[in-house]
Structure formats: structure tokens, C-alpha cells
Antibody, heavy 113, light 110 residues
């Protein structure tokens, strides 16, 4: 069955960087576009970024454009989110999702001094 | 760009029918597919409707989706409400490869 397992979250100071990972299994990872979605505590879902199946096409929410970079390594079946210049408002649970049909359990990012 | 606006909360009694709306701020609601997600407390979102009105396997036929171009909105209707339907519901659509969610609607079944 499809499994998506995020890692890399934690507490980080404003302005610093963090890289999230999402390990995929149970499907042909290289055939699917992948997304990052976040949810601040007690708030709604916010789409963050998408990468095409082969990594060549990417798009971002305006709120993270220029600061976050989505990438993938199909040989490792892993999705990444490089987050630079973190702000307090980036604090959230970050989910990776395959086609929005399958979601990981999320990893919590807290940006605080 | 556009926004998707949902009511903050709705409530209804078990056995009744409830409809949650999702209004697109600009551009036609029919231009891009609309999805609906259910998120129970402490759980990840699951798809209840995709491509405006399609139900994934395993989702009861009590859940239905539609779009209305006259009001430029999409709707999720849940009939025969059960207490297990109590959750947050999010609509979603896209423009090109940019995706967005509505603000979410908290459904209370009381």
C-alpha cells in the first residue's frame, strides 16, 4: 500500500533553514507528481508546492516563492522541501501528498526564537 | 489567481442533509476541477469528492458534489448525516499547476 513518511521537522529560529524529506513506498514514485501541503495549528490547509513526476516542473504558493525549493530523487523515492529564510508564519505541520489521494502523517515545523 | 470561500461552520442533526458551499472569487467555477476533503480531528485529509462530482471508492453515496455556474460555486452535500461525519471539510481547485484550498468548514452533527 502507498506509504509516505515525512521527516526533518523541528524547532528552528527565524531566518534559518530546514530541509524536509518524504520517503515514498508502495507505488511507482517516478510516475507521479508530488505536493507539499501545510497546516498551521488550528488552521486550514495551505498548498505549498508541487513537483512533476520527473522533477523538471515546479510551482509554489506565493507565500513561499523564492524561499522554499521542492525537489525529488526518484532513485531514492524521496521528496524534499528546502525551506530557507523561515518565518514564524511558516510554523505548521507539513504533509507530503501523492496526487492528494494519499497523504503522509506530517512533520511539525516550529519557527521560534 | 482566485480565492475559494467556504462558510466557517455548519451544523445539522443526525439523519438530515447538509450542504457546504465553496464560492470561487473570479473566473468560472467550471474552469478547473473541484475536490473536497474530509479531515477528522487528529487525522490527515481524505478525499470525498474529486473532479467536481466523482466519489472515490469506499466513500458512501451519501456524499455528493456539484457545481453551479450561476452562483460560481461548488457544493458538497451529505445526506443521512451520521455522527462520524463530524469533521472539517475543505474544497480545493487549481489554476495551471498552482493549487489552493478553501478556508474549511467545520461540520457539527448534533
Amino acid at each position: 500500500q502507498v506509504q509516505l513518511v515525512e521527516s526533518g521537522g523541528g524547532v528552528v529560529q527565524p531566518g534559518r533553514s530546514l530541509r524536509l524529506s518524504c520517503a515514498a513506498s508502495g507505488f511507482t514514485f517516478s510516475n507521479y507528481g508530488m505536493h507539499w501541503v501545510r497546516q498551521a495549528p488550528g488552521k486550514g490547509l495551505e498548498w505549498v508546492a508541487v513537483v512533476s513526476y520527473d522533477g523538471t516542473n515546479k510551482d509554489y504558493a506565493d507565500s513561499v516563492k523564492g524561499r522554499f525549493t521542492i525537489s525529488r530523487d526518484n532513485s531514492k523515492k524521496t521528496l524534499y522541501l528546502q525551506m530557507n529564510g523561515l518565518r514564524a508564519e511558516d510554523s505548521a505541520v507539513y504533509y507530503c501528498a501523492k496526487d492528494f489521494s494519499h497523504w503522509g502523517q506530517g512533520t511539525l515545523v516550529t519557527v521560534s526564537s | 489567481n482566485f480565492m475559494l470561500t467556504q462558510p466557517h461552520s455548519v451544523s445539522e442533526s443526525p439523519g438530515k442533509t447538509v450542504t457546504i458551499s465553496c464560492t470561487r472569487s473570479s473566473g468560472s467555477i467550471a474552469s478547473n476541477s473541484v475536490q473536497w476533503y474530509q479531515q477528522r480531528p487528529g487525522s490527515v485529509p481524505t478525499t470525498v469528492i474529486y473532479e467536481d462530482n466523482q466519489r472515490p471508492s469506499g466513500v458512501p453515496d451519501r456524499f455528493s458534489g456539484s457545481i453551479d455556474t450561476s452562483s460560481n460555486s461548488a457544493s458538497l452535500t451529505i445526506s443521512g448525516l451520521k455522527t462520524e461525519d463530524e469533521a472539517d471539510y475543505y474544497c480545493q481547485s487549481h489554476y495551471g499547476t498552482n493549487w489552493l484550498f478553501g478556508g474549511g468548514t467545520k461540520l457539527t452533527v448534533l
